[in-house]
């Protein structure tokens, strides 16, 4: 079966650009959320999307935006890119809403310059 | 203070040894506890799941929490430089649907 695809996988943008991630849950997992991972640092919650609602938000800025689609896919969305940007972005998914059992994809690596 | 705390490391072991990863947190309204191990560039990969005090193992692999004193470890036995990852531990109440995450520390182990 396959596991949480992500993509792209890299990318390089500079500052003031828009980019948009996207993910695709392990099938039957109706939950989404995006972590944010810089170098060094663990991962920090920026959403969950449970049955295409948004369930919860970090403490991220209004230019992170995401959405959930009916096929429980994911798009994040992140606008007027700044340097401090440049992380890891993991998405998970999980059957429920809060059971924990995250399971993430491999992350796109975004690199603003 | 930060609400889950993890000594970054490095840890360096021989293989063989046992290795002790803990984590420390101030929420008490934690109840779902995690580690995760994460290869260099990948994602993280659940490796153990638990709910309540006491002990988890599956294989080598021995969760341990201790709510009373706000304290999860993961002991490794017998590691494996296949083993060489960082571990991070992460935690969640029942109310909320995302994980707080501890540094994570970085583990290599030497053949």
């Known amino acids: 079966d396959a596991g949480v695809t992500q993509s792209p996988t890299h990318l390089i943008k500079t500052r003031g650009q828009q980019v948009t991630l996207r993910c695709s849950p392990i099938s039957g997992h109706k939950s989404v959320s995006w972590y944010q991972q810089v170098l060094g640092q663990g991962p920090q919650f920026i959403f969950q999307?449970?049955?295409?609602?948004?369930?919860g938000r970090g403490n991220f800025p209004d230019r992170f935006s995401a959405r959930q689609f009916p096929n429980y896919s994911s798009e994040l969305n992140v606008n007027a890119l700044l340097l401090g940007d440049s992380a890891l972005y993991l998405c998970?998914?999980?059957?429920?809403?809060?059971?924990?059992?995250?399971?993430f994809g491999e992350g796109s690596r975004l690199t603003v310059l | 203070q930060k609400e889950v705390e993890q000594d970054p490391g490095p840890l360096s072991v021989p293989e063989g040894a046992i290795v002790s990863l803990n984590c420390t947190y101030s929420n008490s309204a934690f109840q779902y506890f995690m580690w995760y191990r994460q290869y260099s560039r990948k994602g993280p990969e659940l490796l153990m799941y638990t709910y309540s005090s006491g002990n988890k193992e599956d294989g080598r692999f021995t969760a341990q929490v201790d709510k009373s004193s706000k304290y999860i470890s993961l002991f490794i036995r017998d590691s494996q430089p296949s083993d060489s990852a960082t571990y991070l531990c992460a935690m969640i109440s029942g109310s909320q649907g995302n994980l707080i995450f501890g540094k994570g520390t970085k583990l290599s182990v030497k053949p």
């Open positions: 999307y449970y049955e295409k609602e948004e369930r």
């Open positions: 998970a998914s999980s059957f429920g809403q809060t059971t924990g059992e995250l399971f």
